[in-house]
């Protein structure tokens, strides 16, 4: 069983500060890599996805991949009180699957 | 703006019913899935299908079936519906390329 493993938090930041989110997966052939951000209620949303070593920004969005310690990071820089939210790491598992991990809870107070 | 809706937001069923869950996209899009989502077990893979009539099994497809007679649309079934069942069902569209885009959910509660 392919899995992906993230700390359930929560993961408490002040208004204005990094917010590092962690996950590290199983299986060394996965390729593709997503970060999805989902509010309380609601369903996943597509924040970020990256597919090669290195560092991915995307306006206060930065993925981080590491295939070789199998590790995937999100970073989220000057953190609003709307980030507040669970972050869900996905990692492509064959056959166009996707294999989630359980989440982080992210809280951003004012 | 992609589009993949849900039927019913909210659904309460009673054990031993069939149910039917929708799901209807609007990118003509090959690859449709259905996850379950619960407190503690995060997202699971239900079934997937390629194209129409295509069906495959993923982790937990015990007590489900799907259909796929249109290629935009996707239909969960519970075909006699036990308390275990009561979940947040997702359903999304997308790949490994491009990852998924996910309908909005239905909540069911089975009583």
């Known amino acids: 069983q392919k899995e992906v493993e993230q700390n359930s938090g929560p993961l408490s930041v002040p208004e204005g500060a990094i917010a590092s989110l962690n996950c590290t997966y199983s299986d060394r052939v996965s390729q593709s890599f997503f970060w999805y951000r989902q509010y309380s209620g609601k369903s996943p949303e597509l924040i970020m996805s990256i597919y090669s070593n290195g560092d991915k920004e995307d306006g206060r969005f930065t993925a981080q991949l590491n295939k070789a310690s199998q590790y995937v990071s999100l970073l989220i820089r000057d953190s609003q009180p709307s980030d507040s939210a669970t972050y869900l790491c996905a990692v492509d598992s064959g056959y166009s699957t996707l294999t989630f991990g359980k989440g982080t809870m992210l809280l951003v107070s004012p | 703006d992609v589009k993949v809706t849900q039927s019913s937001r909210y659904l309460v069923k009673r054990t031993g019913e069939k149910v039917f869950l929708e799901c209807v996209q609007d990118m003509d899009h090959e690859n449709m899935f259905w996850y379950r989502q619960d407190p503690g077990l995060g997202l699971r893979l239900i079934y997937f299908s390629y194209d129409v009539k295509m069906k495959e099994k993923g982790d937990i497809p015990e007590g489900y079936s799907v259909s796929r007679e249109k290629k935009e649309r996707f239909s969960l079934i519970l075909e006699s519906a036990s308390t275990n069942q009561t979940s947040m069902y997702l359903c999304?569209?997308?790949?490994?390329?491009?990852?998924?885009?996910f309908g909005s959910g239905t909540r069911l509660t089975v009583v």
């Open positions: 999304a569209i997308g790949g490994q390329n491009y990852g998924y885009t």
